[in-house]
């Protein structure tokens, strides 16, 4: 009988009663941590673990991840099923940052390869879609599109109303086509229907026409064919159809992170994002004052290469406006249209009627120039919800609520989420999530940067990774219990239903992870299933789960725990007599090591049945080479680390109750025990009863023993026997 038909009748046993279930409760706390990155590679029957994996992404209904990687011997992206632990080719080669799908159907990646020769007119970075229903050997092209067939690869870098690849233009063709194109974000570059691909141009084109800049953002629409350009002028009070032109310094309409132009593969934070619902895109952008409202005088977001991450409601139609997500200004607000203002007052304030929430102003990078970003190495891609209305994004800038512009030491690097709701200012819309603990750049503890983020379908749950232990604001509250010292690259989530910020990390042992030896600490990547439960990420701690250690970057899944529903009941007549009570059929062990080499397991059994326990561990293992039974004088013997059971034990409990079983560590094994630390061991228990399905607990126990001394006295008197004297 299912749990809810366990609490009908428990509440039919009462007079009269009124029962509500609740339903089951979220809560800030996350399960073990599983390995992704590991399976049964398709058309094999061996589990294999890859040798290195990275940016997942985990499909809205928990059951596919897609990662880039190697595995097997073969190097591209993959999909694991997490349902059966299969791991399908996505696509082999030179393949980067894949997004998938809701379903898990549709995976979106950037490659050099020409997966449709037909299409695509050069050997260009451009972006594909995969569709996992049709085998790999179904290339699109006129005679399978002929056919009324669906293909494999379906090329989203494409000319409007055309399956024609885009063509690129370059100075110097031979070098630069194999870096330059289109290129598409990781994780959030597909529609959750898979059918809308955003992706940005990272070379001239004809895009939008012969000679079309580039860092332009557009979207491809797979069923209709068609490609629009999302990133387009802002002129006189208008949106118009022209793409943004490339300033004079080389800037375009997307910020391109540490150099004028992101390069294949490299980049991975450089694109564009597209809600789920395909109807907004979001993007960090340069030449705001192109795209956007500005102040007429003065306003730094007019310079080239001042950066702000944009949004545009692409479902409304080509009228509609880009947007700011935040800033140093607020042209659009009611009270600034109403001031009449044209520029800002100095020093920044919030009482100004057009100031926005950041100061525009040094922090880090150039005074004036309003760098959102340290660089390549952190992830200045703004995130959507679902609908496109929240957004998360990292802000180098200095928050003016915050007195950050008044301290001219201290600089800022952390989390936010906008609402992009009608009717609200940029400053009512902007909530801080993160707030450095610390002015001083050297104390990783307190600053360290914050490298990547993700957010929730819902828009409630804000993922993001960093070296950083200690967060100072009292919302949302960090729960947690912060790591003693700065370590592993760890995953912290922020639970805005709940207020509360939660380090989501932890090796198998339970305790905060271990930066990997000899390696830069890297933990990146968030995604979030569509109900907010599951979340995967990469990582290149070597301790998230046990026996993992390839010393190399892996793919993750960890589930979000939700509490059983809890029944209330509210009387209006008394209960009936003597009750028939049901226990709960569960198994409970714990665990004493003492000192004679023995573990005193104490056992709640739940009835009358079998029990047994097992301890197994692993110990050294001499064996003599089989030439040592033929020559015994100078052979060589063995030795190697085997798992074997130490210690057994049983008995058959007649009741429930608490069940006290002794497993003694047999003698060949004492040495071990006797060591420091002593002789480490997991015991399996089982308990058996005729009717239920046996139950099953693992317990980690250390078998020690105290190494045992004859006095001093009676060791003398044993020599004086030996030389014939009388005691």
């Given at each position: 009988m299912s749990p809810r038909g366990l609490r009908l009748l428990a509440c039919l046993g009462l007079v009269v009663a009124r029962c509500v279930w609740i339903a089951?409760?979220?809560?800030?706390?996350?399960?073990?941590?599983?390995?992704?990155?590991?399976?049964?590679?398709?058309?094999t029957t061996i589990d294999q673990q890859a040798n290195f994996a990275s940016n997942p992404a985990i499909s809205g209904d928990g059951r596919y991840v897609a990662f880039q990687g190697s595995i097997g011997g073969r190097t591209g992206i993959f999909r694991r099923d997490l349902q059966t632990g299969e791991i399908a080719v996505v696509v082999e080669g030179n393949a980067v940052l894949p997004s998938i799908s809701e379903d898990g159907r549709y995976i979106s990646f950037t490659t050099t390869a020409r997966l449709d020769e037909e299409n695509a007119a050069n050997s260009a970075p451009n972006v594909y879609v995969r569709d996992m229903d049709v085998p790999s050997d179904a290339p699109c092209g006129k005679e399978w599109e002929g056919r009324g067939e669906p293909c494999a690869f379906t090329l989203a870098s494409a000319v409007d109303e055309s399956s024609r690849g885009l063509e690129y233009e370059y100075d110097d063709p031979p070098a630069e086509e194999k870096l330059y194109g289109s290129l598409a974000a990781g994780r959030t570059a597909l529609s959750a229907n898979g059918r809308k691909v955003a992706f940005i141009t990272t070379a001239i084109s004809n895009l939008a026409g012969a000679k079309t800049p580039k860092l332009q953002v557009a979207v491809r629409n797979?069923?209709?064919?068609?490609?629009?350009?999302?990133?387009?002028?802002?002129?006189?009070?208008?949106?118009?159809?022209e793409p943004v032109p490339t300033s004079e310094e080389g800037y375009g309409a997307v910020f391109p992170g540490a150099s004028l132009t992101p390069s294949f593969p490299q980049g991975p934070y450089a694109g564009a994002s597209i809600s789920a619902d395909g109807s907004t895109v979001a993007w960090m952008g340069t030449q705001v004052g192109k795209q956007a409202p500005t102040l007429p005088i003065g306003d730094p977001a007019s310079e080239p290469k001042y950066t702000e991450p944009?949004?545009?409601?692409?479902?409304?139609?080509?009228?509609?406006?880009?947007?700011?997500?935040?800033?140093?200004?607020?042209?659009?607000?009611?009270?600034?249209?109403?001031?009449?203002?044209?520029?800002?007052q100095l020093p920044p304030t919030l009482s100004d009627p057009c100031q926005g929430p950041f100061?525009?102003?040094?922090?880090?990078?150039?005074?004036?120039?309003g760098l959102w970003t340290a660089g390549a190495e952190q992830d200045y891609l703004p995130r959507l919800s679902a609908n496109g209305q929240m957004v998360a994004f990292l802000a180098t800038a200095r928050e003016i609520a915050s007195g950050e512009e008044l301290k001219s030491s201290e600089h800022s690097d952390d989390l936010y989420v906008a609402n992009m709701a009608d009717g609200l200012t940029r400053v009512q819309a902007l909530r801080r999530l993160t707030e450095l603990a610390s002015g001083s750049a050297g104390e990783e503890a307190r600053n360290a940067?914050?490298?990547?983020?993700?957010?929730?379908?819902?828009?409630s749950e804000i993922a993001f990774t960093t070296e950083r232990t200690v967060f100072p604001l009292g919302s949302p509250a960090y729960v947690s219990a912060p790591a003693a010292a700065v370590g592993a690259m760890e995953l912290f989530d922020v639970d805005l239903a709940d207020e509360t910020l939660t380090r989501v990390t932890q090796s198998f042992e339970g305790k905060a992870p271990e930066a990997p030896a000899g390696q830069n600490p890297v933990t990146a990547s968030p995604s979030f299933s569509a109900n907010g439960q599951l979340l995967a990420f990469a990582s290149n701690s070597d301790d998230l789960v046990y026996g993992e250690g390839n010393k190399a970057s892996n793919a993750?899944?960890?589930?979000?725990?939700?509490?059983?529903?809890?029944?209330?009941?509210?009387?209006?007549?008394?209960?009936?007599?003597?009750?028939?009570?049901?226990?709960?059929?569960?198994?409970?062990?714990?665990?004493?090591?003492?000192?004679?080499?023995?573990?005193?397991?104490?056992?709640?059994?739940p009835g009358a049945g079998t029990l047994t326990a097992d301890a197994e561990g692993a110990v050294p293992v001499t064996e003599a080479a089989a030439a040592c039974r033929r020559h015994p004088r100078g052979c060589?013997?063995?030795?190697?680390?085997?798992?074997?059971?130490?210690?057994?034990?049983?008995?058959?409990?007649?009741?429930?109750?608490?069940?006290?079983?002794?497993?003694?560590?047999?003698?060949?094994?004492?040495?071990?025990?006797?060591?420091?630390?002593?002789?480490?061991?997991?015991?399996?228990?089982?308990?058996?009863?005729?009717?239920?399905?046996?139950?099953?607990?693992?317990?980690?126990?250390?078998?020690?023993?105290t190494p045992s001394r004859k006095p001093a006295h009676r060791a003398r008197t044993s020599a004086k026997r030996k030389r014939g004297h009388r005691p």
């Open positions: 089951p409760a979220g809560a800030d706390v996350f399960g073990s941590i599983g390995l992704v990155s590991a399976g049964t590679l398709a058309g797979l069923e209709t064919k068609s490609t629009e350009l999302v990133s387009v002028v802002y002129e006189d009070g208008k949106t118009t159809s944009l949004w545009r409601r692409i479902g409304e139609g080509t009228s509609s406006p880009t947007r700011r997500i935040t800033g140093g200004s607020d042209p659009v607000s009611p009270a600034c249209q109403q001031s009449g203002e044209t520029e800002l100061e525009t102003q040094g922090g880090q990078g150039e005074a004036g120039a940067p914050i490298v990547d983020l993700g957010i929730s379908p819902d828009g993750f899944v960890v589930e979000r725990l939700s509490f059983p529903s809890v029944p209330a009941s509210q009387e209006v007549s008394s209960v009936p007599a003597d009750p028939a009570l049901i226990p709960t059929w569960d198994l409970s062990v714990t665990a004493f090591s003492r000192g004679n080499g023995s573990i005193s397991l104490y056992v709640y059994v060589h013997v063995i030795t190697s680390v085997a798992r074997r059971v130490l210690a057994s034990g049983g008995t058959r409990p007649s009741a429930s109750g608490l069940i006290v079983l002794q497993l003694q560590l047999g003698n060949e094994y004492d040495a071990l025990a006797e060591r420091g630390g002593g002789l480490d061991a997991a015991v399996n228990v089982v308990f058996s009863a005729a009717g239920h399905t046996p139950l099953h607990q693992t317990i980690e126990v250390s078998f020690h023993r």
